[in-house]
């Protein structure tokens, strides 16, 4: 499997490109890394070196891969963190340029906005270049609970709610939802949820709630989830195997006491997670 992930990339730590490649990779796919960023660290830390690339670049470097006349052997696009607009831009004349050379290669957008407690902390123009147009291009979306709420417009608090929240956003086009780090009413307040949904229906992941807050975990199951997808075409199956896998890393990531998640570290529980959770109805 051939996979074109374009997204930010730190040169110290894990997230956009540095959380979601190196997973990739050890589950055996083909990564064809664009970077759209390049900072020292992710910015959680308050403060970075580096710039963010203009869209020219995007495009150069994508243009130069075609040249290759691999494009054809392209399984899917994956998407994060975009700079500015027009680097969104950029992502989706990539994303057409992919299915021109592969009308079967599938889009997965993760679509960074903001986070609970946060609130937006992307670039003016993200949030609605994500929800205009991202969105209706893209096959998979994978937001977290906050960012569920912002493309939908609706809250998500309940049940009820997040299932209206998640047909809102099929509706904008993506044919499959993953949403990261849900809370409902029926969430305990030790546990954190992950739901999937698509034509045949919602289901729901629950893990245990770790106390750490980390940067890049969300990059890495939204890769995760889409190669695992992709491969059996079912959505309980791909967040059984990325759900479990981004709790081990996590769970080594708390053992050792560190900032940045332990993907290095931890990689076996990529391939195959010291605990495997099962999915259940949503709802349920």
């Known amino acids: 499997m051939n996979l074109l992930s374009i997204q930010s990339h730190v040169a110290y730590g894990h997230a956009g490109n540095s959380a979601a490649v190196f997973p990739l990779q050890r589950l055996g796919v083909e990564v064809w890394p664009v970077h759209t960023v390049q900072f020292s660290n992710h910015t959680g830390y308050g403060s970075w070196k580096g710039e963010v690339f203009g869209a020219g670049l995007i495009k150069d470097v994508v243009a130069g891969i075609d040249e290759r006349d691999v494009l054809g052997e392209c399984d899917g696009v994956l998407s994060g963190y975009m700079g500015g607009a027009d680097i969104g831009n950029a992502i989706l004349d990539a994303v057409a340029t992919v299915r021109r050379a592969n009308p079967s290669a599938h889009y997965c957008c993760d679509p960074v906005i903001g986070d609970v407690g946060r609130g937006v902390f992307v670039r003016p123009g993200i949030p609605e270049f994500m929800k205009e147009k991202a969105l209706p291009a893209a096959d998979i979306v994978t937001p977290n609970q906050f960012e569920l709420d912002y493309l939908s417009g609706r809250a998500s608090a309940t049940v ?3 299932r209206d929240a998640v047909k809102a956003l099929h509706d904008l086009g993506p044919r499959v939802v993953l949403v990261t780090s849900l809370h409902t009413e029926k969430t305990p307040e030790d546990a954190i949820d992950l739901l999937a949904s698509d034509e045949t229906g919602m289901v729901l992941l629950r893990t245990p709630c770790l ?10 199951i939204a890769a995760m989830f889409f190669v695992h997808y992709l ?3 079912n959505i309980g199956e791909a967040m059984a195997r990325a759900g479990s896998a981004i709790f081990g890393i996590l769970s080594k990531t708390v053992e050792e006491g560190e900032r940045e998640i332990q993907i290095v570290t931890a990689q ?17």
């Not at 076996?268 to 349920?284: A, C, M, S």
Request: proline share 6%.
């Open 211 to 220: 106390p750490i807050s980390v940067n890049g975990a969300g990059d890495a």
């Open 231 to 233: 491969r059996s075409g």
């Open 160 to 162: 009820a709610e997040a």
């Open 268 to 284: 076996d529980e990529i391939v195959n997670p010291t605990r495997l959770f099962e999915v259940q109805e949503f709802g349920t």
